[in-house]
Nanobody
Framework: QVQLVESGGGLVQAGGSLRLSCTASSGAFSKYGMAWFRQAPGKEREFVAFASRTGAVTHSADSVKGRFTIARDNAKNTVYLQMNNLEPEDTAVYYC????????????????WGQGTQVTVSS
C-alpha cells in the first residue's frame, strides 16, 4: 500500500552523528504510525523508535534514549532518525516501517517495510 525508501546511512566514527530519512512514495503517509528497526550482525531485528501519526507521541528503545531522536514531517512524507554519539554497537541495517490499524511495536504490527540502509560505526 505504501512504498518506503530509507537513506542517509554510511560509515561514521564512534561519537559521530548521522540522520536517516525514510520517505513514502505512495499511500496516505499521515495515516500511519512510523517506526525504525535495526538488525545488527548476528542479532535479531530490534525496535529502535516510533512516532505517532502526527509525531506528538514517540517511543524509543532504552539502548538509544538520549542519543537518538525520531521526528516526522508529514508535508514531506518523511520520517527521520537523528542519531548522535554513535557507538560501534549501533552498527546495523536500519529499516523504517509503517503501521495503520494495530497498536503494538512488534515487527508483525507493521505492514510495510523499506529495504534498509546500512549504518557502520567504527572504533
Amino acid at each position: 500500500q505504501v512504498q518506503l525508501v530509507e537513506s542517509g546511512g554510511g560509515l561514521v566514527q564512534a561519537g559521530g552523528s548521522l540522520r536517516l530519512s525514510c520517505t513514502a512514495s505512495s499511500g496516505a503517509f499521515s495515516k500511519y504510525g512510523m517506526a525504525w528497526f535495526r538488525q545488527a550482525p548476528g542479532k535479531e531485528r530490534e525496535f529502535v523508535a516510533f512516532a505517532s501519526r502526527t509525531g506528538a507521541v514517540t517511543h524509543s528503545a532504552d539502548s538509544v534514549k538520549g542519543r537518538f531522536t525520531i521526528a516526522r514531517d508529514n508535508a514531506k512524507n518523511t520520517v527521520y532518525l537523528q542519531m548522535n554519539n554513535l557507538e560501534p554497537e549501533d552498527t546495523a541495517v536500519y529499516y523504517c516501517a509503517a503501521r495503520s490499524t494495530t497498536s503494538g511495536l512488534s515487527e508483525t504490527d507493521f505492514f510495510s517495510w523499506g529495504q534498509g540502509t546500512q549504518v557502520t560505526v567504527s572504533s
